[in-house]
C-alpha cells in the first residue's frame, strides 16, 4: 500500500526481491581497488521502492555474507552521521564496513568528506550505500560534486517497471491478499502484469513513482478516494505534541504536494503544527509513514503519492470542509515566523515568491494576491516582496493598486526593481504612458557611480520599453515612437534569454529579416533615443509631482546599458559565427 516498510517485512520470504536488489548487491560486492571507497547510491523519485529495495540489500548481506560485511545503519535521520568518529575504529583484517542510509541527501556532504579522508588512507575496504529522491540528492547539490575523484561511484538509477519484477508483484498480491480482495490476481494473474506494466507506463509522465502509483492504480482503482478517507477517519483522533492531530499534518503536507509545490520541510512543518522538532519524526512523520500516508525519506515531506494527495485535498474541500487557502497561509505564515528569528528556511525564495507565483498561474489569482499581501506587510522594507506583490496587482488586471503600492517605496524609489515595475504598471493606463518610458528608461540609466543591473533586467526593461512604445504609437500616431519600439525590440533580441527574446519577436516581425543578422548598437540605441526625447517634450508640458519626485537629478545616461548590449551583440555574432562555419562544415 506504499507504508514505509519495517524489517519483518522486508525480512519476510514472502515479500518480492525486485532485480533492483540483485543489481545494488553486485554493486556493493564488485571487485574494486583497494585504494579508496566505494559509493553505491539508489537515486529515483518517490514510491519506487528505494527503502524497500535498501533494507533487502542489507537484509541479503547480513544473512549470506555476514563473514565479511559489518553494516552499520544510519537509522535516525534527524542524527549526524558521524564517519570522522566512526572510520578510525572500523579497520579490521579481512573485513568491509558497509555504512547504509535511507536519507542519503541528508548526510551526503559528510559522506563525500569522509570520501576524501578514506581515499588519503588507501581505505578501499569502506563502502557507502545511500537511497535518495532524485530532487533531495539535487537540492543538496550532491549530483555536481566530483566523486570519482575520491570513491568508486555506482550510481543505480531506480524508476519504471520490469516484466519480471510486475510478475513477482502481482504472485504475492494473489499470494497475500483475502480472498474477497484478490481480484485479476488469483484469477488471471497474466492479465494482471500487463495491467501493472500498462499502469506503470502512464505513471512514468508525472515524475512521480511509478512502481506506487501503479499499484494504487491497479488495486484500488476509482476506490482509491474511498480508502484515503477511511485513512484520515483514523488520522483525526490521534493527537499530537503541541496540540494539533495528524489530520492536520497529513492535510498540510497534502495540500503542498497535490499542487505540485514539493518543498514543505521538518521545520516548517513543526512550526505550523506548533510541535516541537525533537518530536515531529517520532509522533507525526513515522506514524504517518506506517499509515502509508507520507514519504519523509529526504529533505521535504512529501505524501507517497501525488494521486493520494489530490484525493486528501478533495476529501479536506467536499468532507471536513477545511480552508484550504488558509493551510497555504499559515505554511507561508510559519516560514515566515522561522525567517523573522533568524533561523534557516530551506528554499526560503520559493515561499517568498515562487508559491505566489504558482497559484497565480493555476488561475488562483485570489489565493496568489493573498499571500503576496501577507509576505509584503510582513516585511514591509523588503523591496522584492513589494515589486513581486505590485506585479501581481498589474498581471491580474488592476494596475492603479500596484501604483499606490511603489508610490509609497519611500527611498527605494531609486530601486532599479521599483523603478521598471512601476513604468510597467503606468504603461496600462493611456493617460500615464509617458511617464512610464521616464520611470523604465530611469531603471536603465546609469553609470558606475549609480547602481548597476543585470543582462536580465535590461531585457526585461527593453521589452517593457518595446510595449510602451508601440502603445504611444497607437495612440498618437507618431511615426517617432514607431521607430523606438523596433529599436528597444533589436536590443532586447540581443540577450539570450527565452521570455525576452519571444517578446521582442512579435515586434520584429515588421523588419526585414538581413536587418537582424548584425546589428548596429550605437544606431539602434539612438533610435530608442529618440521616442524618450519626443517623450520629454511631450511631458514637460504636463504637471507630474511623481515625476519630479522620481526623475530628479536622474540623467539619462546609458553608458552600462551600452556596455551589455555591445557584450551581448559579441557573443550573439560569436555564437552565429560558429553555426555559420559548422554549417559550412557539414
Request: hydrophobic fraction near 45%.
Amino acid at each position: 500500500d506504499g507504508g514505509t516498510p519495517s524489517w519483518d517485512v522486508v525480512c519476510s520470504p514472502v515479500m518480492p526481491r525486485l532485480s533492483i536488489v540483485t543489481d545494488t548487491v553486485a554493486g556493493v560486492q564488485a571487485p574494486g581497488t583497494a585504494n579508496q571507497p566505494r559509493v553505491v547510491a539508489l537515486i529515483g523519485p518517490a514510491g519506487e521502492g528505494k527503502s524497500t529495495a535498501l533494507m533487502q540489500v542489507l537484509s541479503e548481506l547480513a544473512q549470506h555474507s555476514a563473514d565479511v560485511w559489518t553494516i552499520i545503519w544510519h537509522s535516525d535521520a534527524e542524527a549526524s552521521f558521524m564517519a570522522d568518529e566512526l572510520i578510525p575504529h572500523t579497520s579490521a583484517p579481512g573485513r568491509k564496513w558497509l555504512f547504509a542510509s535511507d536519507s542519503g541527501d541528508l548526510i551526503a556532504e559528510q559522506v563525500f568528506h569522509a570520501c576524501q579522508e578514506l581515499k588519503k588512507h588507501k581505505r578501499g575496504d569502506v563502502c557507502f550505500l545511500l537511497a535518495s529522491r532524485e530532487t533531495d540528492w539535487k537540492f543538496q547539490k550532491a549530483h555536481v560534486w566530483d566523486w570519482p575523484k575520491y570513491a568508486e561511484i555506482y550510481k543505480i538509477q531506480v524508476s519504471g517497471l520490469k516484466p519480471c519484477d510486475a510478475e513477482a508483484i502481482v504472485h504475492a498480491w494473489a499470494s497475500l491478499s483475502a480472498p474477497a480482495d484478490q481480484g485479476p490476481f488469483a484469477t488471471d494473474q497474466a492479465a494482471a502484469v500487463e495491467m501493472l506494466l500498462a499502469a506503470a507506463r502512464d505513471e512514468a509522465t508525472c515524475k512521480e513513482g511509478s512502481l506506487l502509483g501503479a499499484a494504487l492504480k491497479v488495486r484500488f482503482g476509482d476506490n482509491l478516494l474511498a480508502r484515503v478517507k477511511l485513512l484520515m477517519d483514523s488520522l483525526a483522533p490521534r493527537r499530537i505534541p503541541g496540540g494539533s492531530d495528524l489530520l492536520d499534518a497529513f492535510a498540510c503536507i497534502a495540500a503542498m504536494h497535490a499542487v505540485g509545490t514539493t518543498f514543505l520541510s521538518r521545520r516548517v512543518l513543526s512550526e505550523v503544527l506548533g510541535c516541537p522538532p525533537r518530536d515531529l519524526a517520532p509522533f507525526v512523520l513515522s506514524p504517518l509513514g506506517m499509515e502509508a500516508a507520507t514519504s519523509f525519506d529526504g529533505q521535504f515531506i512529501l505524501t507517497r503519492h501525488v494521486e493520494i494527495a489530490r484525493a486528501a485535498l478533495k476529501l479536506l474541500v467536499d468532507i471536513y470542509e477545511v480552508d484550504i487557502d488558509y493551510l497555504y497561509v499559515r505554511l507561508t505564515s510559519g516560514a515566515d515566523d522561522i525567517r523573522e528569528r533568524g533561523e534557516y528556511v530551506p528554499n526560503l525564495r520559493r515561499w517568498n515568491f515562487d508559491l505566489a507565483e504558482h497559484f497565480f498561474q493555476l488561475g488562483r489569482r485570489d489565493l496568489a494576491i493573498r499571500l503576496g499581501e501577507l509576505l509584503q506587510s510582513r516585511n514591509p522594507k523588503f523591496t522584492p516582496l513589494r515589486v513581486r506583490l505590485a506585479q501581481l496587482y498589474r498581471e491580474a488586471g488592476d494596475p492603479g493598486r500596484a501604483i499606490a503600492l511603489l508610490k509609497i517605496a519611500g527611498h527605494s524609489v531609486r530601486d532599479l526593481g521599483v523603478l521598471l515595475e512601476w513604468g510597467r504598471a503606468e504603461s496600462a493606463i493611456m493617460a500615464r504612458r509617458s511617464h512610464a518610458v521616464l520611470l523604465i528608461g530611469a531603471s536603465l540609466a546609469g553609470s558606475s557611480p549609480e547602481p548597476l543591473f543585470r543582462a536580465k533586467h535590461a531585457a526585461a526593461a527593453l521589452g517593457a520599453l518595446a510595449t510602451t512604445f508601440e502603445l504611444l504609437y497607437e495612440d498618437y500616431l507618431d511615426s517617432d515612437f514607431r521607430t523606438a519600439s523596433l529599436a528597444a525590440a533589436q536590443l532586447c533580441s540581443l540577450f539570450p534569454f527565452k521570455s525576452s527574446r519571444a517578446h521582442a519577436e512579435r515586434f520584429l516581425k515588421q523588419l526585414p529579416e538581413e536587418s537582424l543578422d548584425s546589428i548596429d548598437v550605437d544606431g539602434v540605441v539612438r533610435d530608442m533615443l529618440t521616442g524618450f526625447q519626443r517623450v520629454r517634450q511631450f511631458y514637460v508640458n504636463r504637471d507630474s509631482r511623481e515625476a519630479n519626485v522620481v526623475l530628479q537629478d536622474r540623467a539619462f545616461v546609458f553608458d552600462h546599458l551600452r556596455r551589455l548590449l555591445a557584450n551581448a551583440a559579441a557573443r550573439k555574432e560569436a555564437t552565429s559565427g560558429d553555426g555559420r562555419r559548422g554549417s559550412a562544415a557539414a
